[in-house]
């Protein structure tokens, strides 16, 4: 058998995730991000994907040597430097998983030293859902790649780099439903609480690749209680 006319590479979990049981869902929320720009963060290439090392921590002098970069018209064809979007139905997606990490680095970011951190961390995995699994953008191809070059200078070695990633600008919205499972660790996914993490991560962490480069910033256009319901658990004995 030629494994190579029959391997299918997925990209995302979020590919082939059941649907999830929505009967422990106590509250439905419907949720719409607002942005002026995201950029892809996957590699355009399997086998680069496949093979992606794990890297190292950058020292201080490394990231000194990042190169300049530029906004530039996409080429024809990606290469295997490419980053790029996932893809669903023809248009460009977003992982829910992107969200749920983005969700955790907000929760980090603004209660650490809380007692109730590591509660809410687990609460956003294990109690929280983002539906679809990957959400269309009404878009169907990038406008624009970010190209960034930079040298990684690790004695006696030395080697440049460069990044070129996917984008889209202008005015893009990003509609979901975030299920809540308000039980047990749950307890903690108060709307008020899921809303500040929305918004802070819009402000301060953005989402999709690049973001320290200030890629996927948004605006928190809304957030609306759409259903609220009791779930009793059996009793324990």
């Known amino acids: ?48 994907l496949l ?7 950058l020292e201080p002098e490394e990231i000194a040597q990042l190169g300049t970069a530029a906004l530039l018209p996409g080429p024809e064809e990606a290469g295997k430097a490419t980053k790029v979007f996932r893809r669903r139905n023809g248009h460009i997606a977003v992982s829910a998983n992107q969200l749920r990490t983005m969700l955790s680095e907000s929760a980090r970011a603004l209660y650490t030293g809380s007692p109730g951190i590591f509660t809410l961390q687990k609460a956003l995995y294990s109690n ?4 679809p699994g990957l959400i269309e953008l009404d878009r169907t191809a990038p406008d624009a790649h970010y190209v960034q070059g930079r040298t990684i200078r690790r004695p006696p070695f030395e080697r440049s780099v460069v990044n070129d990633a996917e984008v889209v600008t202008g005015d893009i919205a990003i509609a979901f439903e975030l299920l809540v499972c308000g039980l047990g660790y749950g307890t903690m996914l108060r709307e008020e ?16 690749a690049d973001r320290k480069l200030a890629f996927g910033r948004f605006k928190v256009e809304r957030f609306d209680l759409a259903e609220e319901r009791t779930v009793k658990l059996p009793a324990l004995k």
């Open 1 to 48: 058998m030629n494994t190579t006319e029959t391997t299918r590479y997925i990209r995302d979990p979020q590919e082939v995730a059941p649907l999830v049981d929505r009967r422990w869902v106590t509250h439905r929320y419907e949720v719409t991000l607002r942005l002026t720009s995201i950029a892809g963060g996957l590699p355009a290439d399997p086998e680069t």
């Open 51 to 57: 093979a992606m090392p794990i890297p190292d921590k």
């Open 128 to 131: 929280a859902r983002i539906e």
């Open 193 to 208: 609480v899921l809303r500040t993490l929305f918004e802070y991560a819009g402000e301060q962490i953005g989402l999709g």
